[in-house]
């Protein structure tokens, strides 16, 4: 975990808390366990960037959540693939743009932070039609097929003019659009927007391919040359013309790359490749025709095609429950072959594993393995086994810890540190789920260090369970109920409150209110929703804290949760 800085006027107490904070974490592992809702499909193959990289769909921010995984982008530069200009800024990127992220050399894990975001726009161009009926718009010649998952952004500058436009939002938002009139000289443009989204081409050779939109941004034409853009698998080739959808290209004008380096345009492409033109000039609306600056080859992105094999990971975006199905990544996933009980939250960070639906729009789900539930809170419990039973499904235990009952299973981390600090050595290690009772039972130490997570009805599963050595302090660590309301004491009367329904009672003076770090500190009085650490001693069901502070009796109280706090163990 994080030290907190030292503030300099409080040095003694900041070397005691820093000290507090040492001793009270440590063991356990961190993190969410993969607590899996069926079996996986042996069949699947991943949907993945390269090693060390992600590519996907902005499903939110907070900083950016791609795939599942929240970047830190303080520090990273975002650019336009297409433009290879400079650094365009964090107001740039929205919800719903597919874009690869790569990571910053200090990058881990457990704490992603990009140093790249990069934008990979399907196409841009003039809204030539648009099918209510079948949810679709067609753009420099390209079917864009749009789902309930895909988000509208509208950036016109009518938006902010004295009399402003009605802006385009949500799947409605497809008849706020303005389609072209007319045709050649006469034609009269409809909406110009940016789409972002996924391929989907039906896997025979020449059939081209379609976009299944994640964001539909419209906008003020841009200029440039990017301007316009079509992106997809080349129906027809032959010499310096090839097809992309209904889009014919003329490459007679333009630069074409392969491998990063120049090509001659006659022959360049074959049927079937991935490749990507744009231009700085409009093409002739409706646009069936466009004649590109630039051309070149794509081979990084995962073209979708009926019965394909995805393995798919993210956040849920909605849920229905007949048919069962939920979204994930712009995709509607049928959950209809899975067990009732697979049905994840909105929220559930979750890895699906599939099969591509005819059309595209939909994954057909083998199985789903919840990765992390959504507002899944953390704790943290230390102290001495109140007892093991065998749990409510094979191979699973109820482990009774300060009157706390936790459920362990395949998915917990299992370790014994109570007597080789920490280092469990090169051999396998003894202490696992076969074993996990009788292990237990013949331990020295009967003192545990636990990481649980709650979920939605407050039953928890623990993550990591740790044998450390004997002590007879015990520990909590989570955030303060609202009920019972917390009871602060003053002049000695002791400050009352509970973590996860296990009973605290404090001496105030034993309270230290710290805040998100030394710079801010807190008042000392607890709050319902606090972040605490608390050492102490446990006895009739209560977790009694004393004063003076010292290494076994405090209350660490950070105040509301920030970032990466949790629990504190």
């Known amino acids: 975990m ?337 067990p009732a009980a697979s049905l994840p939250a909105v929220g559930d960070i979750v890895r699906v594993t599939g099969t591509v639906a005819a059309g595209g729009t939909a994954v057909k789900a083998g199985a789903v393995t919840l990765l992390h539930a959504a507002h899944a809170p953390t704790y943290g419990f230390e102290g001495d086994v109140g007892g093991v039973a065998a749990g409510p499904a094979a191979g699973t235990y109820t482990l009774t810890l300060l009157g706390q009952a936790i459920t362990v299973d395949a998915s917990t981390r299992l370790a014994d540190r109570s007597q080789r600090n920490g280092d469990d050595g090169p051999t396998p290690n003894p202490f696992n789920i076969t074993t996990f009772q009788t292990y237990l039972a013949a331990s020295v130490s009967q003192h545990l260090r636990v990481k649980v997570q709650a979920d939605a009805t407050g039953a928890l599963s623990a993550l990591s369970v740790t044998i450390v050595p004997p002590a007879t302090t015990a520990g909590v660590g989570g955030r303060v109920d609202a009920t019972p309301a917390p009871v602060n004491g003053a002049a000695g009367t002791p400050t009352v409150f509970s973590v996860h329904g296990l009973p605290v009672s404090a001496d105030p003076a034993a309270v230290i209110g710290l805040g998100r770090d030394w710079q801010h500190p807190l008042s000392t009085r607890v709050q319902a929703g606090d972040l605490v650490l608390v050492r102490g001693t446990w006895a009739g069901g209560t977790l009694t804290v004393t004063a003076p502070i010292g290494p076994s009796s405090f209350v660490i109280d950070k105040g509301r949760p920030q970032g990466d706090d949790d629990d504190l163990f």
């Not at 800024?89 to 790249?116: K, W």
């Open 2 to 338: 994080k030290l907190l800085r030292p503030i300099p006027a409080l040095p003694a107490l900041a070397a005691l808390a820093a000290a507090l904070l040492v001793s009270a974490c440590g063991g356990g592992g961190g993190g969410s366990a993969a607590m899996p809702m069926a079996a996986p499909a042996p069949t699947a193959t991943a949907q993945s960037a390269s090693p060390g990289s992600s590519s996907g769909s902005i499903s939110a921010f907070g900083s950016v959540f791609v795939n599942g995984h929240e970047f830190d982008t303080r520090n990273a530069r975002v650019l336009d693939d297409d433009a290879g200009s400079g650094d365009l800024g964090l107001g740039a990127l929205e919800v719903g743009m597919t874009v690869d992220v790569v990571p910053a050399a200090d990058s881990t894990e457990a704490h992603p932070d990009a140093a790249e975001v990069h934008l990979h726009p399907l196409a841009r161009g003039i809204v030539d039609a648009v099918s209510a009926g079948a949810s679709t718009l067609t753009v420099m010649g390209q079917t864009v097929q749009v789902t309930a998952a895909t988000n509208f952004s509208d950036h016109r500058a009518c938006l902010t003019a004295a009399t402003p436009c009605s802006a385009v939002t949500g799947l409605v938002g497809l008849g706020g659009l303005a389609v072209t009139s007319g045709s050649g000289a006469s034609a009269v443009p409809g909406s110009y927007v940016t789409v972002f989204g996924y391929l989907y081409g039906s896997g025979a050779p020449g059939s081209g391919s379609s976009i299944v939109a994640t964001l539909v941004s419209v906008r003020d034409p841009l200029t440039g040359p990017v301007a316009y853009k079509a992106e997809g698998l080349v129906g027809a080739a032959s010499g310096s013309t090839l097809t992309l959808g209904g889009l014919t290209v003329d490459l007679s004008l333009a630069t074409c790359r392969s491998g990063g380096v120049d090509v001659n345009c006659g022959g360049a492409f074959a049927v079937g490749q991935l490749v990507s033109v744009v231009g700085a000039t409009q093409p002739a609306l409706p646009a069936t025709s466009f004649q590109p600056g630039l051309a070149w080859l794509r081979n990084a992105l995962l073209v979708h095609s009926d019965g394909s094999a995805v393995e798919l990971e993210g956040k849920v975006g909605s849920v229905a429950t007949s048919p069962a199905s939920f979204t994930l990544r712009g995709l509607e996933i049928d959950a209809s072959a899975l």
